[in-house]
């Protein structure tokens, strides 16, 4: 493997960040939005029945992935992170003068996103700002959360405070460094010569099409194998699902370490795709493709996620900065142009809602499930 640039594009056209009033209506309260996951077995079902609800999966598939989540017990690691990050956040919050208090919703699963949204109605909350543990732009990582929040609020009617969401992360050095400082660790153990896999989510090619996913993985990857003094490097995925003959991004991370049984003994695989340690970590990575590393002789070193690493934390309170203090800068690495989130972005014509699956669903039809995107 040798060393890859960050790729370049085309930006999509895109709406302005929504923060545009804050001063008569200033914010008085962050929510973080997430995926969701069962917290014990007899939840695992109903989850999944949440997440799939009135799509078209066959019962046997169903039975396979209930039974990824039972091989932990029937717990999804999500929640108890959303946990732990909210109150990192609140910590963080406090310890610089802030009083925003800090809510929690989830698409998928307990608290979610409309109930929450419903408190802080209750709570009198006018406006907020919305934190998604997504980095990267796509139509399921991005625009999905942008139409399930309203949606939330139009559940709740015109009471709901006004939510806009935070810009995307994957270059703000909150979580750049947190990366680059795992690669390293990770590096320490696997030997300086072991080549990086940076994995993340695969998705279907016109999603791809229709986001900067790509470039901007390109971009993040690049960012964190400089700092980490990484010179051998490659993007891969994960995750894969959809009809055979789909068009989905490549190459996966399992067929990448196969083919390398020979030629390396040890390989580091960063998860640069997602912000914790949930189950498309420890299923797909640390259990599949650990196994397809042993059985090709080959010592997979997995790097950490960012989690509730201070610079992360830090990061939140810093995107926050940027939309409250006219002064504070615009924290930012790479090349890429700064992008917001509003009405044209991340959009797929013919999708009205991007699915989003936690375990690698398909139907055999013409739209695949498996877009968790590593937040279930």
């Known amino acids: 493997m040798v060393p890859a640039d960050p790729q370049p594009f085309d930006p999509l056209p895109f709406d302005s960040l929504p923060f545009d ?6 914010l008085d309260a962050v929510i973080v939005v997430s995926f ?13 029945e949440q997440v799939l609800s009135g799509r078209d999966v066959a019962q046997s598939r169903i039975d396979t992935v209930a039974e990824h989540y039972h091989r932990f017990g029937g717990v999804s690691p999500i929640n108890a992170q959303n946990r732990a990050l909210v109150g990192a956040l609140r910590a963080e919050l406090a310890a610089h003068g802030s009083a925003l208090p800090v809510y929690w919703g989830n698409r998928n699963w307990h608290p979610f996103l409309t109930d929450t949204v419903g408190q802080m109605a209750a709570d009198g909350r006018r406006r907020a700002a919305a934190f998604v543990t997504s980095a990267y732009a796509s139509p399921s990582g991005c625009r999905q959360y942008l139409d399930d929040i309203a949606r939330a609020r139009d559940a709740v009617g015109p009471e709901a405070p006004r939510i806009d969401k935070l810009r995307l992360f994957f270059d703000h050095p909150g979580f750049v460094e947190p990366c680059a400082e795992a690669l390293r660790a990770a590096r320490v153990h696997a030997g300086p010569d072991a080549p990086v896999l940076f994995c993340a989510h695969s998705i279907p090619q016109e999603m791809a099409d229709a986001s900067d996913y ?45 083919a390398s049984a020979g030629t390396h003994r040890s390989m580091v695989v960063a998860p640069i795709g997602f912000v914790s340690d949930h189950m498309e970590v420890l299923y797909d990575l640390d259990t599949q493709a650990a196994a397809v590393a042993r059985s090709a002789g080959i010592e997979m070193v997995r790097a950490a996620t960012p989690g509730t690493h201070p610079q992360f934390v830090a990061m939140i309170r810093q995107l926050l900065d940027e939309v409250t203090d006219p002064t504070a800068p615009s924290l930012r690495l790479g090349h890429l142009r700064p992008r917001g989130c509003g009405a044209g972005c991340c959009q797929l014509v013919g999708l009205d809602r991007p699915p989003a699956d936690p375990g690698g669903f398909h139907t055999g039809g013409a739209q695949p499930l498996g877009l968790g995107l590593g937040l279930g």
Do not use: K, Y
């Open 21 to 26: 009033s804050l001063r008569s209506d200033p």
């Open 36 to 48: 969701g996951g069962p917290e014990g077995p007899d939840e695992v079902r109903p989850f999944l």
């Open 214 to 258: 790509v470039a901007q993985l390109n971009e993040t990857a690049h960012l964190v194998a400089t700092r980490a003094g990484s010179p051998s490097w490659r993007l891969v995925f994960q995750s894969r699902s959809g009809r055979p003959g789909q068009a989905w991004l490549e190459p996966d991370v399992a067929e990448v370490i196969a």
